[in-house]
Structures are given as structure tokens and as C-alpha cells.
T-cell receptor, first 111, second 114 residues
Framework: GIQVEQSPPDLILQEGANSTLRCNFS?????LQWFHQNPWGQLINLFY???GTKQNGRLSATTVATERYSLLYISSSQTTDSGVYFC?????????????FGQGTRLTINP | DTGVSQDPRHKITKRGQNVTFRCDPI?????LYWYRQTLGQGPEFLTY????????KSRLLSDRFSAERPKGSFSTLEIQRTEQGDSAMYLC????????????FGSGTRLTVV
């Protein structure tokens, strides 16, 4: 099945720094999503981004589907950005969409 | 609508006991998914419902696991004869239609088998 790899596995930064998280996937995909899992376990949908670039405040994401990777950018990091960031690609199952997740990047923003 | 709700948030059980978790999806969502997440890993797909029909089950879902979604509303996930390897976070998600853009996760149920 499709493989999803994220890098780096861990990232520790000072507040105010910028960061780039990468997601590589093994096969062509129809779409891709980025999630943030907060310390309480809640997965928050950040971007649905099959291709191109999207921005939402300090966060932006770019997917280059032909080269099978996606990048998540976080600018001017805040302590509340800490948590685990997951990339997930979508596999079709009987008309609905099953998510295949990477192992995540754990981001720690120190004050 | 307050999103996807899961109950309980935490469950500690002794090995060999049965446990049942509940998920209430967003009311207008017709698709419901269960995922399992172990420590340090990303969530893994377990099963999927479209309305009340269970359309897909992962090989991770052994015979001790059963899921239902009566009347196409809330769903339950039961684990019989729990084992220590069942300890994990069990996540429920729902979506409307097949576009993939509207996946919404609940806060999960953390199961600890002692």
C-alpha cells in the first residue's frame, strides 16, 4: 500500500522561529491533508491540499503532486503551535476516503 | 452541533474484560470512520460506515473487535477479551460525501489495559 514519510521526526525551536515540515508519499494521490494533534489528542484539520499552495494566517502548505511531496510552513512560531503534525494521504475505499497517515513531526516551541 | 463526540475519554480495564466505546458524529455526516493510534505513531484505519452499512474493515480489526452504527447515527466499537496490545487511542471521524475535505475527528478514547 501507499507509504507516507514525514521529516524531521522531532523539531525544537524558540518562539518566533520559522519551520518547514516535509511529507513524502510513495504513489500518486488524489489529495492530501495536514493535521495538528494537540496535547489533549485532538486532531485538527489544517489544510486539504491536493496540489498547489494554500495559506491560513501564519501557516501555509504546498503540495507538488507530480514529485510526491508536500511541505507545511509555520512562520513566527508560538508556544501554542507545539504538538504533533501529521500528513495524511487519501486512499479511496468504496466511494469514501480512508486516510493513510505518516508518523508525524513532533514540534516543540520553547518560550 | 459541537462536532464529533466520543465517550468515554479514558478507560482503564483489566485484561480479559470487554469494553465499548461510543462515537456521535456530526449530525449531517453520513460517513463514519474508526482509527487506532498507538504511542508515537500516526492513526491507523480500522473501519468505515456509510450510513448504517459497514463497508470496509482493516486486517487490524481482529475477531475480538466489532463495530456497529445502528440507524446510521452514533457508532459503537466493542473490544472483547481485551489484551495489553489493545492499549491505544481510539479515534472516530466523520465526513459528508466523498470529497475528503470535511474530515472531522473526535477527541478520542484512550484505552489502557492492565
Amino acid at each position: 500500500g501507499i507509504q507516507v514519510e514525514q521529516s524531521p521526526p522531532d523539531l525544537i525551536l524558540q518562539e518566533g522561529a520559522n519551520s518547514t515540515l516535509r511529507c513524502n508519499f510513495s504513489d500518486s494521490v488524489n489529495n492530501l491533508q495536514w493535521f495538528h494533534q494537540n496535547p489533549w489528542g485532538q486532531l485538527i484539520n489544517l489544510f486539504y491540499i491536493p496540489s498547489g499552495t494554500k495559506q491560513n494566517g501564519r501557516l501555509s502548505a504546498t503540495t507538488v503532486a507530480t514529485e510526491r511531496y508536500s511541505l507545511l510552513y509555520i512562520s513566527s512560531s508560538q508556544t501554542t503551535d507545539s504538538g504533533v503534525y501529521f500528513c495524511a494521504v487519501v486512499a479511496l475505499i468504496q466511494g469514501a476516503q480512508k486516510l493513510v497517515f505518516g508518523q508525524g513531526t513532533r514540534l516543540t516551541i520553547n518560550p | 452541533d459541537t462536532g464529533v463526540s466520543q465517550d468515554p475519554r479514558h478507560k482503564i480495564t483489566k485484561r480479559g474484560q470487554n469494553v465499548t466505546f461510543r462515537c456521535d458524529p456530526i449530525s449531517e455526516h453520513n460517513r463514519l470512520y474508526w482509527y487506532r493510534q498507538t504511542l508515537g505513531q500516526g492513526p491507523e484505519f480500522l473501519t468505515y460506515f456509510q450510513n448504517e452499512a459497514q463497508l470496509e474493515k482493516s486486517r487490524l480489526l481482529s475477531d475480538r473487535f466489532s463495530a456497529e452504527r445502528p440507524k446510521g447515527s452514533f457508532s459503537t466499537l466493542e473490544i472483547q477479551r481485551t489484551e495489553q496490545g489493545d492499549s491505544a487511542m481510539y479515534l472516530c471521524a466523520s465526513s459528508l460525501g466523498g470529497t475528503g475535505a470535511g474530515y472531522t475527528f473526535g477527541s478520542g478514547t484512550r484505552l489502557t489495559v492492565v
